[in-house]
């Protein structure tokens, strides 16, 4: 049974920095594109960041600069490095894992977390 369990959110003021994690277990970790979404109260749910089976990355341009996308394959873990946190970046933010894309469409990944809650005050 696969799961993708988040962690590491929190509250924080603006300008400060979280790290989130997703722990990943039933898959083949090493060969999965990993991705971060988001969804914020009232809006649809949004790209984040991707990183594939070989450590490219791309980010959506209101996060590119201050979040980074990283993996390590050795703790089936992906992280997100989030810095210079701006109220607008307040939403449950959730991972995903498919075999074959790191698209931004969250409907081609075949896996994903329950979330983890992130609000940056203002």
């Known amino acids: 049974q696969v799961q993708l369990v988040e962690s590491g959110g929190g509250l924080v003021q603006a300008g400060g920095s979280l790290r989130l994690s997703c722990a990943a277990s039933?898959?083949?970790?090493?060969?999965?594109?990993l991705a971060w979404f988001r969804q914020a109260p009232g809006k649809d749910r949004e790209f984040v960041a991707a990183?594939?089976?070989?450590?490219?990355?791309k980010y959506a341009d209101s996060v590119k600069g201050r979040f980074s996308i990283s993996r390590d394959n050795g703790k089936n873990t992906v992280y997100l490095q989030m810095n210079s946190l701006k109220p607008e970046d307040t939403a449950v933010y959730y991972c995903?894992?498919?075999?074959?894309?790191?698209?931004?469409?969250?409907?081609?990944?075949?896996?994903r977390g329950q979330g983890t809650q992130v609000t940056v005050s203002s």
């Open positions: 990183i594939n089976w070989s450590g490219y990355t």
């Open positions: 995903a894992a498919s075999p074959t894309t790191s698209g931004r469409n969250w409907y081609d990944y075949n896996y």
């Open positions: 039933g898959l083949p970790f090493s060969t999965y594109a």
